[in-house]
């Protein structure tokens, strides 16, 4: 049986993900932390589905397990998912290094310890596929979200020279360029109407990843709005508020 381990999946959206991987035949590997709080969903997945599922408790902080987590794992998954992130409150980053350090961990360095021992164990197979999910925060940095778009930024060229080193392990690896998750608290409706649920990703992940897709912007219009964003000259990006 092949497995797919998922790096954070205790949100809707890393559930959604795990249930259409799931429902195509592929056991799981769910981590995170207080992962066991997942054990009836993983109940309902192994009941719905003719499949396995491990939980497995993974603090990104606690870099010391990371090789031993790789190690442990009983059968070397074909796809790794990396769902995990933290979006600070921007004005308490910049004075808390603890909260700081929580963003880059869980959106960049964390994950990135975790993949390149999993990589090693992966280059010996010579297959299967890696996704990360980035986002448009990382694109351009504004002082809104500075400290969680340089952690995705640098997440995004991880994935980028790991999909040119990877190419010839035949590891395919896809970077998700996600705009907004729609969680029901969108107060404007500017913001409602670009967001997309969280089923609704998941679906476009998985169907992209099977395409063999490299950089995926989700929804769509993603790419068009940070290609403008991206072009402002800086003399003026620099005295612009955007939200
Ligand atoms: N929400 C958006 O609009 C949006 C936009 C662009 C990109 N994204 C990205 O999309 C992904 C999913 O977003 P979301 O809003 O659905 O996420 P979320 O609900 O905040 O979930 C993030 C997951 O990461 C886990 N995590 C955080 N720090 C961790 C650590 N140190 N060790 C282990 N697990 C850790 C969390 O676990 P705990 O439950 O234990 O905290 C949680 O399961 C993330 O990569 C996020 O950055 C989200």
């Known amino acids: 049986m092949e497995y797919i381990l998922i790096i954070g999946a205790k949100s809707e959206l890393a559930k959604s993900i795990a249930d259409i991987y799931a429902s195509k ?52 998954p074909v796809g790794i998912v990396s769902a995990t992130g933290y ?27 975790l993949i390149n021992y999993l990589v090693e164990e992966m280059k010996r197979i010579k297959k299967g596929f ?3 999910i980035s986002s448009v925060s990382g694109e351009r940095g504004r002082k809104k979200n500075y400290i969680y778009g340089s952690a995705k930024s640098g997440f995004t060229t991880f994935l980028s020279g790991l999909r040119n080193e990877l190419f010839d392990y035949n ?57 403008i964003i991206k072009n402002i000259p800086e003399f003026i990006f620099k005295r612009i508020d955007i939200k």
Not at 37 to 56: A, H, M, Q, W
Not at 90 to 112: C, E, H, R, W, Y
């Open 130 to 132: 890696i996704i990360g």
């Open 87 to 113: 979006y600070p409150n921007q004005l308490k980053a910049q004075i808390d290094n603890d909260d700081m350090l929580n963003s880059i961990t869980s959106n960049f360095t964390g994950p990135v310890s």
């Open 25 to 76: 035949g592929y056991s799981l590997y769910l981590s995170g932390r207080d992962i066991h709080s997942l054990s009836k969903f993983s109940d309902t997945l192994t009941s719905n589905y003719d499949v396995n599922v491990k939980l497995i408790n993974l603090d990104l902080n606690s870099y010391d397990t990371h090789e031993a987590f790789v190690k442990e794992l009983e059968v070397l």
């Open 171 to 227: 590891i395919h690896v896809m970077t998700v360029i996600l705009g907004f998750i729609r969680d029901g608290s969108e107060t404007n409706s500017i913001k409602k109407m670009l967001s997309a649920k969280p089923r609704e990703i998941a679906e476009l992940i998985v169907s992209n990843q099977i395409k063999c897709r490299n950089i995926v912007y989700l929804k769509w219009y993603w790419r068009y709005i940070m290609f």
